[in-house]
């Protein structure tokens, strides 16, 4: 993998989250977990280049993430899309996704992700918060959430990017 700058990347982040899908991996070579996102984005705030990720509390990934400063956003194209679902769909805490999956852990000095992924953001977190029913604009929104099951938001610096060369 090589290393550029976030502004260097060239990519459709609405393409490769919302259609390609990315994982989500955190912890350390002792224990992590990952899981498939579709929801998220990426710009600039506070000065900084930041990714934007949104993850329940019930998630196994959420422990990692809640417990550690740094955490992964990797892509890895449409050849992966039945390994994307299988992390999206069972959880972390029953089996071991990379097992299952083939994918092959490397561990960053920060925070895992998978030798396949052909995009990889190392984020460090700086601010989160739980969205909420009051503050909902768009009463449609309300239709990805039942029984209140609200995602923490996580706004991270893109500390570092890794791309297939």
């Excluded at 092959?104 to 969205?131: G, H, N, W």
Aim: charged share 25%.
């Amino acid at each position: 993998m090589k290393e550029i700058t976030a502004f260097e990347l060239n990519e459709n982040i609405l393409n490769t989250v919302g259609r390609e899908w990315m994982l989500v991996t955190a912890g350390n070579e002792e224990k992590f977990n990952t899981m498939t996102v579709s929801w998220g984005g990426m710009g600039i705030l506070w000065n900084k280049p930041v990714a934007f990720t949104f993850i329940r509390p019930q998630r196994y990934t959420y422990e990692f993430i809640e417990n550690g400063d740094y955490f992964t956003m990797s892509a890895y194209g449409h050849d992966y899309g039945n390994a994307l679902k299988f992390c999206g769909t069972n959880s972390g805490r029953d089996t071991d996704k990379a097992r299952e999956t083939g994918l092959i852990p490397v561990f960053d000095e920060k925070a895992p992700y998978f030798k396949q992924a052909r995009l990889v953001l190392v984020c460090r977190k700086m601010y989160s918060q739980d969205l909420n029913d009051e503050s909902i604009i768009d009463e449609s929104i309300k239709a990805n959430y039942h029984g209140n099951d609200y995602h923490r938001m996580y706004v991270s610096e893109i500390v570092k990017v890794l791309v297939n060369d």
